[in-house]
């Protein structure tokens, strides 16, 4: 039973990473365009210009 | 829909005369007024963009301010259609980006979100951080109780016992404390007043069954409740939290539609000078000057001008209306072509946009107090249980028993009535009733949809948009010469090659037509099949296009701009009574004739007939002209139709038939069809309706046939079936349970099995609704095949 000193603080851990991780999502507004996002991953914004050459 | 192809062209001339004669340029609006300042110096504005129809907007719009200096972020909201910039006050101003956004094709409108709509968002913020608090801590407890249960059968040692049930304590309170704060602070502001809502008994069931699980704990007993509280909880909580995100979602619509309205109007004063004020300071009876491109900003009637209206937004009626002296107009609509000079009937209240606005506000709050199904046997339920509680109580009491197991065999009894199988019955068959609903191209706004779809015994079909294809299809190409020899009867294929080569007009003026942005322009160039537009094609505005084609002059449009006479108009109106029509003419060669009417969709008798047999009741209720409505009952074969009905009458149509019992299912998509849509016990709109349509919509179709409407209620039927059977089953476990339970014999084995037995059972059963709909997904590329 030792093995569960271990074990379930490894669990809880990792739950609240999964908790935090959520609620930093919530709080950089990442749900607030659901729409958006699906198309803005196709768009190459992000990429360094190509014309300037 | 009637359309006067000749415009008067004095009237014309006449705003233009008033205007050239030095007649002071209105004010721009202000745009820096609306700006507000952002904490790092920057300058912050919200628009509500119009025209955003897809993704490509998005792009468009974001690349096109991308890398302008002094703008810090251009950023567009897909959802809410909003667009949000920062700029530094220094480098360019408010003025220029909304300048720059028109020159890319998009309309603005300053949104002011307005103190509600923050608080609103705020409450889903917190209704979201304690679900997934709630969830956390539900899936952590319940591994420690699997194995406290496990081990209770087994050899489980006390102090392991002890540890768990410490460690669980550990994450349910101070989760329940979180997450629960919704719960407990409504029914607390609600006992402050001595009244009590549905949260009350939710309250007092957490808490009661949180402190007696931790005295459960302190005696270390066998049995603690933590994991029932939690889980309890974050059911809860993603209940309300998808409730409340259709509330914000039909309080956005009013938003918008605040948005649209212009703030400000143009009057003409007495002395003939314009000037820009705002429009409540304007009352009915003044003149208004409205230019083209622009928004009308008030009902009214036409006192001078010619030109073509954008109709769209309250009819879904693609193709602009002509309007001349005398027309009504409203506001919200746009103004296309001409100057209008406009007597005010009605402008900052009391316009067809506020009715629209009031009538769907209203509608909405009547459906949310709408009941559910969930909620109806949660309601019926809720006092059975606590009934039994009470009673299995006093009884052990009365039998002699220690307060104490008493009070455990009670809240065991209260607990093993809350299983997780009544709170999956419903949401699970949702689940998979809309991923069914979506293959076939009906997109669910809202879980109850469904219910509500499955209980439709009537169908009112909006007309225009709806019933028939938003674009106008080509008739036919008829020309003059043929019409003169009666050798047509008004019916030729638009493809027939005939002495008059109809085809090849067909052929020329859809090059004339592809570089033209009218809607008739662009439906002729796909029926020509879309060709490369005429390089010297130029369009003059409110009458047609005009090119040189090999020395010739070709012209495409009213029949004024191609020197039609007024008895050749004559014999072409009465080929095509209902029609749009648009003329083509090379040089002085006999005009050919476009006539132009909205198809049915391709399956609309099949679907009407079938949907009849089935059992509904069809109704049409139109905002369109009563022959042309009446031309769709009969090619429908439908004989109960309405034509001419303002958004309000519609509502009241819908409400009389409410009022025989009728539950009806409404079917539309222009702006006039939204307060019905919201008032219908259900509603679909099509995926080409009014952004404000779709969202005042329970669903959304996608593709041209109307067939989505007949597998959706299909679909719902058997929905409602599962669910029924769903609700069925996790009472019997609990008729099965309680009395168990009630007797104090609840072995961690018996709330194992009713819990997870339960629950599966359920998910199992709302999965089994997939089972032979294989059949039909070979149909579903066809459906969900959509026009770009």
Known sequence: ?53 | MTVRIEPVGGAAAIVDGAVSAGAPVPRPRDWSDFASPRPDGLLGLDLVVEGITCAACLSVIEHGFAGLPGVAKARLNLTNRRLSFEWNPALINAGDLVRRLERLGYRAQPFDPGRRSMEEQAEARELLRATAVAGFASMNVMLLSVAVWAGNVSDIDPVTRDFFHWLSALIALPAAVYAGRPFFRSAWRALKVFRTNMDVPISIGIILTLLLSLWQTMRSAEHAYFDSAVMLLFFLLVGRTLDQSMRRRTRAVAEDLAALKSSSAVKILADGTLREVPLSRIEPGDIVFVRPGERIPVDGIIEAGVSEVDYSLITGETIPVPVAIGDRVYAGTADLMGALTIRVMAAERGTLLDEVNRLLEAASQAKSAAMRLSDEVARRYAPVVHLAALSTFLGWMAMGERSDAALVTAVSVLIITCPCALALAVPAVQVVASGMLFRRGVLIRSGDAIERLAAVDTIVFDKTGTLTLPEPVLLNAVSLDRLAQGLDSGAIPCRSDGPIRSGNALEASGRLAAASSHPLGRALAAAAGNPMPEPSAREVPGRGIEATVDGERERLGSAEFCGLSGTEVDVFRAAYPTASIVYWRRGTQAPVAFGFRQGLRSDAKQTIAALKAEGYRIEILSGDRVDAVSAAAVALDLDVWAAEQSPTEKVARLQTLAGQGRRVLMVGDGLNDAPALAAAHVSLSPITAVHLSQVAADAVFLGDRLAAVAHALAIARRARRAMAENLWISIVYNVVAVPIAVLGMVTPLVAALAMSGSSLVVTVNALRLRLGDATVETSTAETIEIKP
């Open chain 1, 1 to 53: 039973m030792n093995v569960l000193a271990f074990l379930i603080p490894i669990a809880l851990f990792l739950g609240g990473v999964g908790l935090a991780g959520f609620m930093w999502t919530l709080k950089s507004g990442q749900y607030d365009d659901i729409e958006g996002a699906k198309w803005r991953i196709l768009s190459d914004n992000d990429l360094p210009k190509a014309d300037e050459n």
